[in-house]
């Protein structure tokens, strides 16, 4: 099997070395060939990694069979983020391999916890979602107006006047403060 290492410390000052010296002895004891080690040296919140989007491209084009990484804590910070980049790889017939949680979707036990991590992941989003829709209808009954502010009455009179003195919508735009959308919805 093909396999690429993900490595990622949260500052420059730290190394990825380690990780990544523990993972090539996994991938030799389990007859796999490192074929790319992608790193970054940035916080895990951060989803705009070059390594990460890197690691992505790869998957794209199937370059790899499975993904190994020292933690999931290493992939992603926020459990969204790192239920979609799963869903992304599993989606592609990547496996991967998470060292710390002993997670190896290459093995039948491996998928079976990959599995229930999904549920309990799409439990957690369900979750969310009906915090959020008791959230709005708490706040709609309290008479809260929701949505994008409205445009006031004086500014739309002022868009319409400014406008029929052949003004452009980004002039308009830039004189009113409201954006340029704004201005073609008004008029």
């Known amino acids: ?28 004891r389990n007859g796999w060939t490192v074929e790319h080690v992608y790193e970054d040296q940035i916080s895990g919140a951060t989803q ?9 491209e790869g ?14 804590s290493r992939l992603s ?19 991967l391999y998470f060292h710390q949680q002993g997670i190896d979707t290459t093995t039948p036990s491996g998928k079976m916890m990959f599995q229930m991590c ?17 959230g709005i209808e708490r706040a709609r009954a309290q008479g809260k107006t929701l ?7 004086i500014t739309i009179r002022k868009i319409k006047a400014l406008r029929a003195t052949g003004l452009s919508m980004q002039a308009v735009s830039k004189k009113t403060g409201v954006s340029v959308g704004k201005v073609h919805a008004v008029l």
């Open 77 to 95: 910070r926020s459990l969204k983020h790192l239920v979609t980049l799963l869903d992304d790889f599993h989606a592609k017939g990547i496996n």
């Open 147 to 153: 949505g994008r502010p409205k445009v006031p009455p």
């Open 1 to 28: 099997m093909k396999a690429v290492i993900y490595a990622r410390v949260s500052t420059s000052d730290q190394t990825t070395e380690n990780q990544t010296l523990e993972l090539k002895k996994v991938a030799e």
């Open 48 to 56: 705009t990694r070059v390594g990460l989007r890197m690691l992505g």
């Open 118 to 134: 999904g549920v309990f992941a799409e439990f957690e989003r369900s979750m969310i979602q009906e915090r959020v829709k008791a």
């Open 59 to 72: 998957a794209i084009r199937k370059d790899f069979d499975v993904i190994l990484v020292w933690d999931v």
